[in-house]
């Protein structure tokens, strides 16, 4: 095990200690899932999205059950995309 003020190699143990983790350094987001956050205005190298995963990903499902009620299907799946990815990173 590491000591509480060790550093891991590997993020998702930094995660898992900390749940606060700088995205912009740890996670490097597709070109695509990048256009889709600008086109709704999100930029995840600022605060609060930075340094702190549960709040983008917050955001994220806002965003979705928002576009959800406009019944408009291909929003919300764009959305989705970006969730999907950043479920990825963290499991």
């Known amino acids: 095990a590491f000591a509480a003020t060790q550093k891991s190699a590997?993020?998702?143990?930094?995660?898992?200690?900390?749940?606060v983790v700088n995205?912009?350094?740890i996670?490097?987001?597709?070109?695509?899932?990048?256009?889709?956050l600008?086109?709704?205005?999100?930029?995840?190298?600022t605060e609060p999205f930075?340094?702190?995963?549960?709040?983008?990903?917050g955001t994220l499902y806002s965003l979705r059950f928002y576009l959800?009620?406009?019944?408009?299907?291909?929003?919300?799946?764009?959305?989705?995309?970006v969730i999907n990815a950043t479920k990825h990173f963290i499991l």
């Open 68 to 81: 959800d009620q406009t019944r408009n299907e291909a929003e919300p799946a764009k959305v989705d995309q």
């Open 10 to 19: 590997n993020p998702v143990v930094n995660l898992a200690r900390n749940r």
């Open 50 to 57: 930075k340094s702190n995963l549960e709040i983008f990903l």
């Open 38 to 45: 600008k086109e709704y205005k999100i930029d995840y190298t």
């Open 23 to 25: 995205i912009s350094i």
């Open 27 to 36: 996670y490097t987001l597709s070109k695509e899932c990048k256009k889709i």
